[in-house]
């Protein structure tokens, strides 16, 4: 993938990324990724962003299944920095997780930290990205997963491979939305733009002539690798008139099925196949918002590139550059097309889904708000704060270290082990909610796990707000996903539902507006690990938890000790 066209004017930030990947039965390969803080041009105007390697999105890292990277990040941006591998198991490897004051103190101006892990057992798509407060708004880049050397593809050998990176693009630092945000109280100013492979598309002013292009032959077999990327928004994606048939998400195989339309949460990947079968032209790849929560404001506008057939150009020697056809969508708020999209997510084969359970949690998920005295700092929904909770605890980062090395270190004070398996009241969630219901309590509750434990997680939709989804994520783990539905979850009706022959893997989970999801998985690998909305926004506001899973027996169900250039706080 090649860089975006920038207009190029050097800033004072500057990030260093420097990357050694080993290759399984392959010779080792150097990379110098230069994170670097750029001037680029977006929607008619220039601004500065944080960039790797002056790139927006940053650089495709490209790996198989049983390779080592070693990645040194030098930080000299003016805010502090983490990196998350997002997906990547990291057995055994928990310092090299990334989240802030997670699994490490930030890497703060002028220091620098080295992230050192093994991809084990994992190929797909997955992705890399700041975790840090906003800066993931432009500090990304694809994760690819090669099978081993001499391993196939489980479906047929595409013609080529396109990462597909969809952003999010306001026409300010989001670093000062952000402060906004948390010094009113009141959601986020609204996107300007969305992004793929970083560019917004032609239907924006000022973008006709950076439109991303890809170029194929009539017969090709592409093999789109989909990451939203975008901070706050799920996103519809579609190519016009192509089918889509997907064979894999959150790095894990899929049964193959087709689509017309896809739809991504925040932290999701989809890796689908499309064959140029069309007559050759110009065809619209585009991304719109999925905006599920009732009279919440979002971002109406409409990403694009342009799928181009390559005897088309003929044509446009000669002066016929033909428009490109333009996809259908569904509506911002089909929440019915995208039930019936993920509803058709299978593993490939009959997989080892944890039957017997030893914790069996209930955790819902959503917004609320803190009461307030009116002024500037209230003005959300009725002179309140927005705040966001799982079981009615809004989570609290610490500041003075990380949580893993609390634990590790034995240092008191920093967390309790108190997080509610269930909610302290039980109402009803996705209908009228009484007020009383909704200012949550604040603190670092973490769950404790043993190491083996067989978990079962209903996450639940809450109304307080308004129902939305909420792209849930777990750190250090793949899940399966053995239910979904609408309305309050009940386990005397549902348990009968579950899926437990062949139920999709995933890293990330979309909880439908209105509804729940049961995921279920073994806890085999110590550390603290963040389960949150991938919506930053409902990050930022408290909707996360920490599960800290402790040792097993032996060195190998352990925690390592922690790094020696481990930053400090």
């Known amino acids: 993938m090649k860089d975006s066209k920038f207009c190029l004017n050097l800033w004072c930030n500057v990030l260093f990324l420097i990357l050694l990947v080993t290759f399984t039965n392959a010779e080792t390969h150097y990379h110098e990724f230069v994170v670097q803080a750029t001037a680029v041009k977006r929607l008619c105007r220039t601004q500065n962003i944080i960039t790797v390697n002056g790139q927006y999105p ?32 990291q057995m055994g490897t928990p310092w090299a997780d990334g989240p802030e004051y997670v699994t490490q103190c930030p890497i703060q101006p002028g220091a620098a930290y080295t992230y050192h892990f093994t991809v084990k057992n994992q190929e797909g798509t997955l992705w890399w990205h700041a975790h840090s407060r906003w800066l993931r708004a432009t500090v990304f880049g694809a994760l690819i997963i090669y099978p081993k050397l001499g391993v196939s593809y489980p479906f047929p050998q595409p013609t080529t491979e396109i990462p597909i990176l969809l952003g999010e693009w306001w026409n300010s630092d989001p670093m000062d939305v952000l402060r906004q945000a948390l010094f009113t109280g009141a959601a986020p100013n609204v996107s300007d733009a969305y992004t793929i492979n970083g560019q917004p598309g032609d239907l924006y002013r000022c973008s006709n002539r950076d439109t991303t292009k890809f170029f194929v032959d009539s017969g090709d077999i592409i093999l789109l690798r989909i990451i939203n990327a975008a901070l706050n928004q799920q996103l519809f994606f579609t190519v016009a008139n192509h089918k889509l048939t997907v064979v894999g998400a959150d790095a894990a ?38 905006a599920s929560a009732r ?69 819902t998920v959503g917004l609320g708000f803190v009461n307030c005295n009116p002024g500037p700092q209230c003005q959300g929904p009725n002179n309140t704060r927005f705040a966001a909770s799982m079981n009615n605890v809004s989570f609290v980062l610490p500041s ?34 009484s007020r009383a219901l909704w200012q949550p309590t604040f603190g670092t509750k973490l769950y404790r796990l043993k190491f083996g434990s067989r978990v079962q997680i209903v996450l639940q939709d809450t109304a307080i707000f308004s129902t939305e989804d909420h792209p849930i994520h777990l750190h250090g783990y793949h899940f399966y996903v053995i239910a979904q539905g609408f309305g309050n979850y009940d386990s005397g009706q549902e348990t009968a539902n579950f899926n437990l022959i062949d139920p999709p893997k995933r890293n990330t989970i979309d909880v439908p507006a209105g509804g729940w999801a049961v995921i279920r998985f073994v806890a085999d690998n110590p550390g603290a690990w963040l389960m949150h909305c991938h919506i930053d926004s409902h990050l930022t506001w408290g909707l996360a938890t920490v599960f800290l899973v402790e040792n097993g027996a032996g060195q190998l169900q352990s925690i390592e000790s922690p790094p020696a250039d481990l930053p400090p706080c």
């Open 58 to 89: 940053g650089p495709t890292l490209e790996v198989r299944n049983g390779d080592t990277l070693v990645v040194k990040v030098i930080n000299s941006a003016q805010y502090n920095a983490t990196i998350h591998w997002h997906g990547i198991r």
């Open 400 to 433: 003075t270290t990380s949580l893993l090395q609390a634990y590790y270190q034995g240092i008191p004070g920093v967390f309790t082990t108190d997080f509610p398996a269930v909610p302290p009241i039980k109402f009803d969630y996705t209908g009228s909610v």
């Open 295 to 363: 009279n919440a404001q979002f971002d109406n506008t409409t990403a694009t590139a342009i799928l181009e057939y390559k005897s088309a150009l003929c044509s446009a020697r000669k002066g016929f550059l033909s428009k490109p056809t333009l996809p259908q969508l569904p509506a911002y708020n089909d929440t019915a097309t995208v039930a019936a999209f993920t509803t058709q997510f299978r593993s490939p084969s009959n997989v080892k889904v944890p039957i017997e359970i030893d914790e069996d949690l209930f955790l």
């Open 253 to 290: 195989y899929t049964m193959p099925f087709t689509t017309r339309t896809l739809m991504l949460g925040p932290g999701q990947t989809t890796n689908v196949l499309l064959t140029a079968d069309q007559t050759p032209g110009r065809y619209y790849i585009a991304a719109r918002a999925y």
